[in-house]
């Protein structure tokens, strides 16, 4: 009888598991453009650059520094880095920190966006803390700018490694703060597949890396941040595509590793940090007006009790009605988040 619920997983990681699989196209050397100057990026007004960043899994990788300054002469960075599925294409945050004194950065993490080589799987990642060297560089370039101080953001897998980040680098953290917009903290799914499915299929993605699961066919998210659709919003959906692809076995164990992790060392966080999340969940897969409402992505409510247990320093906020994404919501629910941002930078910002 014992056997049984193991038959129930194996039956449920074979349901869950498909054998969809992207055939190697690229048969080229793999070359990889680093640059030491900066060229006009792909945002009217932005600059950007690549940083070699060695040999990873699976062969050489990039990442990119996106950068606009302050009108004025400024020494305050904000520095963002981007969720999954997703890239840098919010040149209105961008704007907002500009016209507030801040030199703005941004990141496209190895195997994003910009960042993307022709060989490697989208979004693919082993271990969450392999883009630590992708937010160092960005720092190092930061600071080798004239800044002093470092406000650290990410959105939701981003939240996760800002946040892992500041619980790994504790005490030694570069930045003076950590700013979250819906992090990746927990998994949307009931108990059952927190506690034994996840699990199981990350303990597979231990052994079997390269196993595609398949995501679901849904467009809600999507159409409600596109112009196109019923959003505001456009963007290259070749990078933020309308139906996310299949995830690597590896990745399942990488986001939950890493949420472990967090917990674990969740007193280590040595800065304040922000946790925003919206004030709704929003479920189901084809869009409705509803989606416009809430969180389709993950469930704020299990964000906003992790969240309340980070760090010494922290506030935790919801944000009525945001979207997922929350600067990406209509103007005035994004206009409170910002709003949000400014007032725990001040509160934490050293005279």
């Known amino acids: 009888m ?23 196209k690229f048969k080229g050397t793999k ?4 640059d030491t100057s900066w060229h006009p990026d792909i945002l009217e007004g932005y600059e950007a650059r690549y940083v070699n960043q060695g040999e990873a ?6 990442s990119t520094i996106i950068r606009k300054f302050s009108k004025t002469p400024s020494k305050k960075a904000y520095l963002y880095i981007h969720g999954f599925n997703d890239y840098f294409f919010q040149s209105e945050m961008g704007e907002r920190f500009v016209d507030s004194g801040f030199n703005f950065y941004a990141v496209d993490l190895r195997r994003y966006g910009r960042s993307r080589e022709p060989w490697q799987y989208p979004f693919n990642i082993r271990n969450q803390e392999e883009y630590f060297n992708d937010i160092d560089s960005a720092i190092n370039q930061i600071i080798c700018d004239g800044n002093t101080d470092i406000t650290l953001s990410g959105h939701s897998t981003g939240g996760l490694t800002v946040t892992l980040y500041g619980a790994i680098r504790g005490k030694d953290i570069p930045v003076s703060r950590i700013v979250t917009d819906s992090p990746f903290l927990a998994w949307n799914f009931n108990s059952f597949m927190r506690n ?31 112009k196109e659709y019923y959003g505001e919003w456009t963007y290259n959906t070749d990078w933020k595509m309308i139906y996310s692809p299949p995830v690597t076995a590896s990745w399942v164990n990488a986001i939950s590793s890493a949420q472990n992790k967090i917990m674990k060392n969740r007193e280590n966080i040595k800065v304040p940090i922000l946790v925003m999340h919206s004030s709704r969940k929003i479920d189901g897969c084809n869009y409705t007006p509803e989606f416009q409402t809430g969180d389709a992505v993950l469930d704020p409510f299990m964000l ?27 103007k005035e629910v ?4 910002y709003d949000t941002i400014f007032s725990f930078i001040r509160k934490y910002m050293a005279e």
């Not at 049984?4 to 190697?24: G, H, Q």
């Not at 899994?57 to 990039?62: E, I, K, T, V, Y």
């Not at 009790?305 to 997922?324: F, N, P, Y």
């Not at 994004?334 to 988040?337: F, G, L, P, S």
Request: include cysteine.
């Open 2 to 24: 014992r056997k049984l619920p193991i038959l129930i997983i194996l039956l449920l990681i074979c349901s869950f598991v498909n054998a969809w699989n992207v055939d190697e």
């Open 57 to 62: 899994f699976d062969g050489p990788c990039r």
């Open 31 to 34: 070359t990889i453009t680093a």
């Open 196 to 226: 034994i499915a996840i699990p199981v299929v990350g303990f597979w993605g231990k052994m079997f890396k390269n196993t595609k699961i398949k995501q679901g066919h849904c467009d809600g998210y999507a159409y409600s941040l596109l």
């Open 334 to 337: 994004r206009d409170v988040a």
């Open 304 to 330: 906003q009790e992790r969240g309340q247990k980070l760090g010494t320093e922290r506030i935790v906020c919801a944000i009525d009605s945001g979207l997922h994404d929350l600067i990406l919501s209509r």
